[in-house]
């Protein structure tokens, strides 16, 4: 049985989604799994800032919500 907790994560200025994976999952590469699960608020934070998409999370902004699984 796996215990999973959720966090709520706030984006920082300069943050990246692999920064926060390795510091919120203890692996870089478990960004894609935040990206996926946060993808709406990633992509309309994106289109609030001008840009067409957030190209799989490489664009992220301060102030964006999101949810993570540890």
Not at 26 to 48: F, M, Q, R
């Amino acid at each position: 049985e796996q215990d999973y907790s959720i966090v709520m994560y706030i984006v920082k200025k300069g943050d990246t989604l692999r920064k926060i994976a390795k510091k919120k999952t203890g692996s870089s590469s478990n960004w894609k799994k935040i990206y996926t699960k946060n993808k709406k608020v990633i992509e309309s934070a994106a289109k609030k800032h001008k840009r067409r998409s957030s190209s799989n999370g490489r664009y992220i902004y301060a102030g964006t919500k999101l949810v993570i699984e540890k």
